[in-house]
């Protein structure tokens, strides 16, 4: 950790979280970053116009490399062969050799640089500058000058960037501005701004979780920390239950639902999706097992955080009723209507009967039917 007034950094066990000692360096140092591997930390001297390079083994200062006037930021290329130094006042990039710490040369920038950001395949390096805008350049290697490696576009972003972070696909980068106290966010692959995000007063830094699903932004006006989730989140579904069978169209609702490559409920892919925006889609159910289910959402940014929002229950059972148009019973004896005589064939109200012998059955007067002799009916 930096401490500008001390003139020096202090280094913390973050096991415990204690103060374990600190380390002189240049005059009013204001960043800290490490190479990919750590084994080296650059510390950038405001006020002294140089860095100090730390030893984090032994964490002393091998070397100090002079640099441009009022360095603010340091940021290693992917491989860590090389630092980048954002010198404001005199409006430059200096390179230094991360493998033998000297100088190689400066970038002549036209606007105040604050920030300096590989994408993680480093073919890209954005520079947040005084004058509200972001500089892409292709980078091919970087040899002597930004402007010799393709300066293919700048846009604008919010007042005063500070600080650009690419996230850990390099889809998004994240531009910290200070004055308008809000996060643009920048869809690298057409390098336009696709949203802004308020956050507290005068935010001076991002950092983003290891996994990548949250960025933290430091607010130096309002002495917070705003947390911004990064990846797919679903806050709930419509309906929220649906038989075991499958085929329920459900609607989702949620953020940063743009791009997804998948829709998964208990663990099984949706039979087909579609996205609407960012903030809604919808999927088909697959068959499930009956009990809460976790619907999941995944985009290039990550998946969103497993739940219940969504309950299979077993199917409705469903009873069919058929109407015979006739019907055969064995009896005995023979049909008599007791008002009249003996039937041997014929009908009986709803009864249709017949018979081989001479009586089927014997009515009585109240209509009760006594089979007498084999027959049927």
């Not at 606007?111 to 954005?126: E, H, L, N, R």
Request: hydrophobic share 35%; charged share 5%.
């Amino acid at each position: 950790m930096a401490n500008v007034s001390d003139n020096n950094v202090s280094v913390i066990e973050t096991t415990s979280n204690t103060v374990t000692g600190t380390i002189a360096v240049g005059f009013a140092p204001i960043f800290v970053a490490f190479s990919p591997d750590g084994s080296k930390a650059y510390v950038a001297n405001s006020g002294s116009n140089n860095v100090s390079v730390i030893n984090t083994a032994n964490n002393t200062v091998t070397s100090t490399v002079a640099v441009g006037s009022l360095p603010v930021s340091v940021a290693f290329s992917p491989d860590g062969r090389k630092a980048y130094v954002a010198n404001t006042s005199s409006k430059t990039v200096s390179v230094i050799n991360a493998e033998s710490n000297n100088l190689l040369w400066y970038y002549n920038l036209y606007d105040m640089p604050f920030s300096v950001a590989f994408s993680p395949d480093g073919t890209k390096a954005y520079v947040a500058t005084a004058g509200n805008y972001v500089l892409n350049y292709i980078n091919n290697a970087l040899s002597t000058n930004f402007y010799d490696n393709a300066l293919s576009s700048s846009f604008s972003v919010g007042s005063q960037p500070v600080s650009v972070v690419f996230n850990t696909n390099g889809r998004k980068a994240y531009v910290v501005n200070s004055w308008s106290s809000n996060i643009s966010v920048i869809n690298t692959a057409s390098n336009t701004v696709t949203s802004t995000i308020s956050v507290g007063t005068r935010p001076n830094s991002i950092a983003f979780s290891p996994d990548g699903r949250k960025a933290y932004v430091a607010n130096a006006g309002s002495n917070d920390v705003s947390v911004i989730t990064t990846s797919p989140m679903v806050t709930s579904v419509s309906p929220t239950s649906g038989t075991t069978l499958g085929g329920t169209s459900i609607i989702i609702t949620g953020t940063n639902l743009s791009g997804t490559t998948d829709i998964s409920v208990g663990g099984v892919a949706c039979s087909a999706f579609n996205v609407t925006n960012s903030t809604t889609a919808t999927c088909t159910s697959p068959e499930g097992s009956a009990g809460s289910a976790s619907v999941l959402v995944t985009t290039p940014d990550g998946t969103n955080a497993a739940n219940t929002l969504f309950t299979y229950v077993p199917p409705t059972p469903t009873l069919t009723f058929a109407r015979p148009t006739s019907a055969s019973v064995a009896m005995l004896g023979s049909l008599t209507n007791a008002a009249t005589s003996t039937l041997s064939g014929g009908s009986y109200g709803a009864i249709t009967y017949s018979s081989s012998n001479a009586g089927v059955a014997s009515v009585n007067s109240s209509g009760v039917i006594t089979p007498v002799s084999v027959g049927s009916a």
